[in-house]
T-cell receptor
Framework: GNSVTQMEGPVTLSEEAFLTINCTYT??????LFWYVQYPGEGLQLLLK?????DKGSNKGFEATYRKETTSFHLEKGSVQVSDSAVYFC????????????FGGGTRVLVKP | GAGVSQSPSNKVTEKGKDVELRCDPI?????LYWYRQSLGQGLEFLIY????????KSGLPSDRFSAERTGGSVSTLTIQRTQQEDSAVYLC????????????????FGPGTRLTVL
């Protein structure tokens, strides 16, 4: 079946550091890929998405590129802020499996000033 | 603007009791999803409604779980004879109509209902 694996946290960084969160997936076919973010005390929000191979999603300084050859969708940000402290979830949606999202386990990121 | 709302925000119940969780999707969204977020299982899909089609119930963990969507809008998730392992945050999401062949439609999540079964 479809599955998503992402690096376990917590990830602790200093402000202005570079952030990478690894995400790989297993799916038959070509899913759409997403990163969702959950800030403390808030609901899940879509951060970015990519719907086909080599697409790059970007938002709020975050980027992720859909790599079919490595089945990956790693999230990166060049200079994190304290306000980026949150839990990040990688997810896929595969049309043939319905419209539901399959999530990774989440990665907690803590940015210290 | 009005997003997805869920009620109650917190629910504490005793083992064996039934509970109902409510979701009000964004107006005009035809797709509605329930997920749950628990420490042991992460975020997992429960059920999906799309317009007037039969719901996709493939994620419901047992027959104690059921959901309805009345009038294509509000949805209620019911858990009968609650067990301690049902303790989790139950999330509802809605999305505009999924168009076959189009790009992925964004799912908008509500704040969740935290269920604690004692």
């Amino acid at each position: 079946g479809n599955s998503v694996t992402q690096m376990e946290g917590p990830v602790t960084l200093s402000e202005e550091a570079f952030l990478t969160i690894n995400c790989t997936y297993t799916a038959t076919g070509y899913p759409s890929l997403f990163w969702y973010v959950q800030y403390p005390g808030e609901g899940l929000q879509l951060l970015l998405k990519a719907t086909k191979a080599d697409d790059k999603g970007s938002n709020k300084g975050f980027e992720a590129t859909y790599r079919k050859e490595t089945t990956s969708f790693h999230l990166e940000k060049g200079s994190v802020q304290v306000s980026d402290s949150a839990v990040y979830f990688c997810a896929l949606r595969y049309k043939a499996a319905g419209n539901k999202l399959t999530f990774g386990g989440g990665t907690r990121v803590l940015v210290k000033p | 603007g009005a997003g997805v709302s869920q009620s109650p925000s917190n629910k504490v119940t005793e083992k064996g009791k039934d509970v109902e969780l409510r979701c009000d999707p964004i107006s005009g969204h035809t797709a509605l999803y329930w997920y749950r977020q628990s420490l042991g299982q992460g975020l997992e899909f429960l059920i999906y409604f799309q317009g007037n089609s039969a719901p996709d119930k493939s994620g419901l963990p047992s027959d104690r779980f059921s959901a309805e969507r009345t009038g294509g809008s509000v949805s209620t998730l019911t858990i009968q004879r609650t067990q301690q392992e049902d303790s989790a945050v139950y999330l509802c999401a809605s999305a505009p109509t999924y168009r076959a062949g189009a790009g992925a439609d964004t799912q908008y999540f509500g704040p969740g209902t935290r269920l604690t079964v004692l």
